[in-house]
């Protein structure tokens, strides 16, 4: 999931925040409101193994890789439409957010 400039991005969900600089996101780093994700390899996932091996040919072998990878550009380099990798994008984030809060 990527959220805007403006927008909410709760405990436990998951981010690039493209749109902050390097030293911002150091800051939020250092005050310990945001973290890393520590990615493993995608072929640790259950169900992954044959998609890893595919994954891994064009160079993806961890989920932030996959995550952070052009659905259109990944698609074509292996021979799915784009939107099986984001569907698979998203079967990825679902695996790494901690917890289903509801937030109203």
Not at 5 to 17: A, I, M, Q, R
Not at 59 to 67: A, P, S
Not at 78 to 93: D, F
Request: aromatic share 8%; charged share 25%.
């Amino acid at each position: 999931m990527d959220i805007g400039k403006g927008e909410v991005l709760y405990p436990g969900s998951l981010s690039t925040l493209y749109w902050l600089k390097r030293k911002g996101l150091e800051r939020l780093e250092m005050k310990g409101s945001i973290s890393k994700v520590f990615a493993p390899p995608l072929a640790v996932l259950p169900g992954w193994t044959l998609r890893s091996q595919r994954l891994l040919k064009v160079g993806v072998e961890y989920v932030d890789q996959f995550l952070e990878s052009d659905p259109a550009e990944t698609a074509g380099k292996i021979g799915v439409q784009p939107k099986t990798i984001e569907k698979w994008q998203n079967e990825v984030t679902e695996w790494l957010i901690a917890d289903k809060v509801s937030h109203s």
